[in-house]
């Protein structure tokens, strides 16, 4: 396939300003991560009710699309019929988006609601288990793939329908900054979203290899250690820089249908074997909340009550996703040629939601029967030992658990995260590569540079102490892509109106002309 070359100013520009911010933070981590800690809480504090607003109209927009009659345009030739199978596709848009973070957060994230619930409920308390499991859902639900899905369509339309050749999320503000787009604003934009990306994976790196290094202890016997570690990160460095370099099709493709394939199998055990009844009534228990419950849970400040809870998890999780908005919508732009914007909606946000859904469901339920019925005390190894052993703890409380089980985990939670980063790779290399069509692919030494910058990233925040402080400031990147996200709204809403009107009108012409013709 025909390579593109890089664009030398949004290359080195991005370099730098990563640079910049990483440095400092591994000089002083503690100071550093204070300072964008009180940054964070000011946004939070002071402009969470926009975070809420701003994500409950994305979702009210992609149902309009969805159902309405834009949802039946076609990204690119109707005859040509999408690029990958449906399978294939919807793999690619799942393990990019979930990475081993899925698998973290799944297991455990339910702890954190059952020892602070929200709603003024009671901590610990029957009612507290109850909305345990559906915060986990919701958080990891519509909403969320909702921010990813806009501005994926508009980058998708606008290289498949209009011809643009150039796949960077300043290309669907075109419909409202014109040419600017080309100009310093637009590489300005680039740039940054670029560096929440680095943020972003960088981070996931942070919390994956920890909890993959007490899997490997636990099952080898072998010390938690920084060469471990280390380890863990170079032959994670490794896989995900073999796959970015033989391309989406030879690589990515290969490594997403395989964890697909594994985390059915991993999650189809837990099912089995585990408490499989509380499973599926502790399901649609949660399903019933949410849906009884999704407009408040949309929306929820506790501006009466006073509570944190939506500030630390809701508005903090709603600027996550908008931080990684730019990653997502590029990478599965680039997969989604052929697919109608309905079945973008569909593959996205439902697709996306039940397969988050599946970990929150099975692994979540499965450890807090575990808690409940006291036969692993996941909240005070939580507390006490850390998110990695809690997680570990449980696998090996199940059949098989200390030996099978365990190492599955591990290549799962491996080829998950590595192929996140992969898609990271992937995605900045497009965007520091000179405007390209879909036959082409940025050079192989610029995806390797990128594969190789994020591990070298991680590596050197995670041991200087700077994560936390990397995680805050690529979430902190979330505030000013929710404002450019009206900008795309309005941009994509744009193309949609005028080129509809556009084919009506010819439609209807070349209809006038065929009966002229036959009367004559």
Not at 203 to 213: F, K
Not at 237 to 244: D, G, N, Q
Not at 441 to 461: H, K, N, Q, T, Y
Request: with cysteine; hydrophobic share 50%; glycine share 8%.
């Amino acid at each position: 396939m025909e390579q593109s070359r890089v664009d030398r100013m949004i290359f080195f520009s991005a370099v730098v300003v990563i640079s910049i911010f990483t440095v400092p933070v591994l000089i002083n981590p503690e100071k550093g991560t204070q300072f964008l800690g009180v940054v964070l809480g000011f946004i939070s504090g002071k402009f969470g009710s926009l975070y809420l607003l701003a994500t409950f109209l994305i979702f009210c927009a992609l149902l309009c699309l969805a159902m309405g009659k834009y949802g039946k345009i076609t990204l690119g030739d109707p005859k040509e019929g999408p690029e990958f199978s449906t399978v294939s596709w919807i793999a690619l848009i799942f393990t990019s988006t979930a990475g081993s973070s899925l698998l973290y957060w799944g297991f455990i994230e339910w702890t954190y609601y059952y020892t602070a619930p929200p709603f003024g409920i009671t901590p610990e308390s029957i009612e507290a288990a109850e909305w345990a499991s559906t915060y986990g859902i919701f958080h990891w639900g519509f909403m969320g793939f909702s921010v990813y899905c806009l501005p994926t369509i508009a980058l998708a339309y606008i290289l498949y329908v209009r011809k643009v050749p150039s796949l960077r999320l300043s290309s669907a503000c075109r419909g409202v900054l014109g040419d600017r787009v080309d100009g310093w604003m637009g590489k300005c934009i680039d740039v940054m979203f670029m560096f929440g990306i680095v943020g972003g994976v960088g981070t996931s790196l942070g919390l994956g290899t920890p909890m993959l290094a007490e899997g490997v202890s636990q099952l080898f016997g072998v010390e938690r250690s920084l060469k471990l570690d280390i380890i863990i990160i170079l032959l994670w460095t490794a896989i995900f820089s073999a796959s970015v370099y033989f391309g989406l099709k030879k690589g990515l493709k290969i490594l997403s249908d395989i964890n697909i394939n594994i985390y059915f199998v991993f999650a189809a055990f837990f099912f089995i074997v585990g408490p499989t009844v509380f499973i599926l009534e502790k399901f649609t228990d949660s399903m019933g909340l949410l849906i009884q419950n999704f407009i408040r849970m949309s929306l929820y400040t506790d501006s009466v009550g006073g509570s944190s809870f939506a500030q630390d998890w809701t508005i903090f999780y709603w600027a996550w996703w908008f931080s990684l908005a730019p990653f997502m919508a590029m990478f599965t732009a680039r997969i989604s040629k052929g697919r109608t914007i309905r079945e973008v909606i569909v593959g996205m946000c439902v697709a996306g939601t039940l397969g988050c859904a599946l970990a929150f469901t099975v692994f979540g339920n499965t450890s807090l029967y575990f808690q409940l019925n006291n036969i692993v005390p996941v909240v005070d190894i939580l507390q006490s030992e850390g998110a990695p052993a809690a997680i570990v703890a449980i696998i090996t409380a199940m059949p098989l658990g200390t030996n099978v089980l365990l190492a599955l985990f591990i290549v799962l939670a491996f080829i998950f995260l590595a192929t996140t980063i992969d898609s990271a790779a992937y995605t900045l290399s497009f965007m520091s590569s000179k405007a390209s069509t879909v036959e082409q692919e940025p050079a192989r030494w610029i995806r390797l540079f990128w594969a190789m910058f994020i591990g070298a990233v991680s590596i050197i925040l995670m041991f200087g102490g700077g994560l936390d402080a990397l995680q805050t400031l690529s979430v902190i990147t979330g505030f000013p892509i929710m404002l450019i996200m009206v900008i795309i709204a309005i941009s994509l809403f744009k193309w949609l109106k005028e080129d509809y009107e556009a084919s009506g009108a010819n439609q209807s012409s070349e209809k006038t002309d065929h009966v002229e013709k036959k009367s004559s």
